[in-house]
């Protein structure tokens, strides 16, 4: 886990001043820490997943290849007016304002039992939203991944009632 600490980058004041930005591109484009990533995170997708789902950017590059691993599908959660086809949304208030994101309408069968993945766990805002389009569309999430959790920032308290594994709590 150390070595995976270390390639995490912090970079102060942005996307603005007083932020501490986490920075995960020295992670990814090493193969070995970023395939050590993967196979930690395969080891916490529970037996009966079908599907993993990943909220827009981010999460995208560890929800992909979470799903080639573990052999399952994969279902985007995009940013509001990204995707052409007939969705659901849930809009969740931010820090300063509003934000929605959306999911296909036909991304799940009912009671589907999938996986939700990101690369931060911050205020936890956007996963709980995340879990809540989710649930509109028929599935159950059954576990929460992150790479990084900012403890200080305390995003878990927000999805306690989930199954959460952090890799790396900061």
Known sequence: ????????????DFPKKGVLFRDITPLIRDRQLFSKTIELFAKHVPEKTTKIVAIESRGFIF???LACKTNTGFVP??????????TIQHTYSLEYGQDTIEIPADSFEQD????????VLATGGTASAACSVIESAGAKVRKI???VELKDL???????RYDIYSI???
């Open 1 to 12: 886990m150390k070595e995976l600490y270390d390639a995490i980058r912090t970079i102060p």
């Open 63 to 65: 929800g992909g290849a």
């Open 77 to 86: 959660i995009r940013k509001f007016g990204k995707l052409p086809c007939k």
């Open 112 to 119: 589907e039992e999938v996986v939700l993945i990101d690369d």
């Open 145 to 147: 991944l992150f790479l």
């Open 154 to 160: 305390k995003g878990r308290e927000k999805i306690s």
């Open 168 to 170: 790396i709590t900061l």
